[in-house]
């Protein structure tokens, strides 16, 4: 006979599944891990790339893009000047009439 309770064992195990019923343990996450690193040193490719080549990688992308974003701000500002000077047609008969 249940009572409706569920063992605290088993509602431990349901909370880290996925629907299949399937859920990675950290133990085998981090010998797939291992695993992926060591096929990586024996191919003669750093596992993960230092620090340094990160940052020696990233400041000239970053400069890239901040310097093409300055450049299509500066197009912009441009035409919407020239939008502006084409709307507003001021020629000297408006300016005499505005001075009666």
Known sequence: MSTGR???T????????????????????HAQ???AQAAAAQAGHPARPSR???????????A???????LVAAG?????????????KVKRTNLGEARH
């Open 76 to 88: 912009i500002m441009l035409l919407a000047l020239v939008i502006t000077i084409v709307a507003i």
């Open 64 to 70: 890239t893009g901040f310097s093409r974003a300055y």
């Open 10 to 29: 088993r509602r431990r195990e349901a909370r880290g599944r996925t629907r299949s019923g399937y859920s990675p343990s950290p133990a085998s996450i």
């Open 6 to 8: 569920v063992c605290p």
């Open 33 to 35: 891990a291992a695993r």
């Open 52 to 62: 340094a080549a990160l940052t020696a990688a990233y400041h000239p992308a970053l």
